[in-house]
């Protein structure tokens, strides 16, 4: 386990899990990384928090509104 590795939050891996369950986890990583970058407007982070509340449990909600309003934990 490399150290990025070790930063992650108990709620990452789980988000990580459930959207690349199939994907080795460093790709599954860089997909995730790409989708915070490209998700940088409003109206991608409401579509992305509408899709998602159907999917995630409350903790994981959470964690994605703090990262939409920029309190990103180390991935």
Same mark, same amino acid.
């Given at each position: 386990? #490399?150290?990025?590795?070790?930063? $992650?939050? &108990?709620? @990452?891996?789980? =988000? &990580?899990?459930?959207? /690349?369950?199939? /994907?080795?986890?460093?790709?599954?990583?860089? &997909?995730?990384?790409? !989708? /915070?970058? &490209? !998700?940088?407007?409003?109206?991608?982070?409401?579509?992305?928090? @509408?899709?998602?509340?159907?999917? =995630?449990?409350?903790?994981? =909600?959470?964690?994605?509104?703090?990262? $939409?309003? #920029?309190?990103?934990?180390? =991935?």
């Amino acid at each position: 386990m #490399g150290e990025k590795d070790r930063e $992650r939050s &108990r709620e @990452l891996e789980q =988000l &990580r899990q459930k959207l /690349f369950p199939n /994907f080795p986890p460093k790709e599954g990583w860089a &997909r995730i990384d790409e !989708a /915070f970058r &490209r !998700a940088s407007d409003p109206e991608r982070w409401d579509r992305i928090e @509408l899709l998602a509340a159907d999917d =995630l449990d409350d903790n994981l =909600l959470t964690l994605l509104k703090r990262l $939409r309003e #920029g309190q990103r934990p180390k =991935l």
